[in-house]
């Protein structure tokens, strides 16, 4: 890499090596030959890397609940790709900040329109391990400029748009405009993104969570949580057109390899310290 990438936009370098390493391990959750390409290749840079980050993420020290729990996800959200595509063939998803992430090869079926978004920094990295094709396609750009909208604006759908690990690093305001953008921009599309509860966000709590992420988990300082929800019916108060048509959590799972940790699924403020919500912007 020629310059460094900020804090926030390496993050998608955790994710991308928490599913090469499950990827790699006996019995993978999630099957995503891609990102061992991938992190074999960046392992070459990474290792020399000043940053302490990159040299654990190359050296492959990860905390074992973290691999798991971002795997699960992203079997999960690949789930909901497929379904939306079984009802939609020909439909089109949007992954909004994709990282390094290459859900497109998992979930390809032959009809589906992908488009790939994230900022010009990642895209330009990405462009060097995949290729756009006819049916798959990169937006380098912030999700918060909403020019990226009109890329899609001949197409004609339906529209699925994907955040997976994202909305938390922007801040609230910024994520409502967009939301209520979506709706009046492709009216009749589903939105499914990770949300974290906003009860974490606020002192003492918050200090927890920063600690965790950048003291456990090794992440920059300028990577930290910015907002979030306290209850997935909460964006339905942004607009009347917004429909809650679901949530669920990584201790829903039922993978062996989550362990104990699923009987997290019956204490609901853990459920939903981060979480995924489904919404149709009607
Ligand atoms: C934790 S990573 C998640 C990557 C990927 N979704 C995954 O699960 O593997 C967060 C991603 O959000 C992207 N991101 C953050 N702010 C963004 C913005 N304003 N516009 C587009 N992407 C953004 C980052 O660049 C990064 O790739």
């Known amino acids: ?80 790709a497929r379904d939306f595509l079984a009802m939609h063939p020909g439909g089109v998803i949007v992954n909004i900040g994709c990282g390094l992430d290459s859900r497109f090869l998992r979930i390809d079926e032959g009809t589906v329109f ?30 918060l400029d909403f020019r990226w909208m009109r890329m899609l604006l001949g197409l004609e759908g339906p529209f699925l748009f994907m955040a997976e690990g994202v909305f938390m690093y922007l801040e609230g305001e910024r994520v409502r405009s967009l939301v209520l953008q979506l709706r009046e921009t492709f009216p009749g599309s589903e939105l499914i993104c990770e949300v974290v509860n906003s009860f974490w966000l606020k002192k003492p709590l918050k200090t927890l969570i920063d600690w965790k992420m950048h003291e456990r988990g090794h992440l920059g300082r300028e990577a930290v949580f910015q907002s979030g929800i306290r209850d997935g019916r909460e964006m339905e108060q942004w607009h009347p057109g917004i429909r809650f048509l679901g949530e669920w959590s990584y201790f829903d799972s ?16 853990v459920r939903k310290t981060q979480w995924t919500v489904r919404y149709f912007l009607g």
Do not use: Q
């Not at 006996?26 to 290792?47: G, Q, V, Y």
């Not at 488009?115 to 396609?137: Q, S």
């Open 1 to 80: 890499m020629e310059h460094k990438i900020g804090d926030v936009p390496a993050t998608s370098f955790v994710t991308l090596y928490c599913h090469a390493i499950e990827s790699r391990s006996e019995h993978p959750i999630l099957h995503d030959p891609k990102a061992e390409e991938i992190t074999a290749e960046l392992n070459r840079t990474l290792s020399r890397s000043e940053d302490p980050l990159d040299r654990r993420l190359a050296s492959g020290r990860i905390d074992r609940n973290l691999v798991i729990h971002i795997a699960i996800r992203a079997k999960k959200y690949d789930e909901y």
């Open 114 to 143: 992908f488009y790939d978004l994230d900022l010009p920094e990642i895209i330009d990295l990405k462009r060097r391990f995949f290729r756009e094709t006819e049916r798959y396609h990169f937006i380098a750009s912030s999700v």
């Open 254 to 269: 039922d993978e062996e390899k989550l362990g104990w940790l699923r009987v997290f699924r019956y204490i609901g403020w």
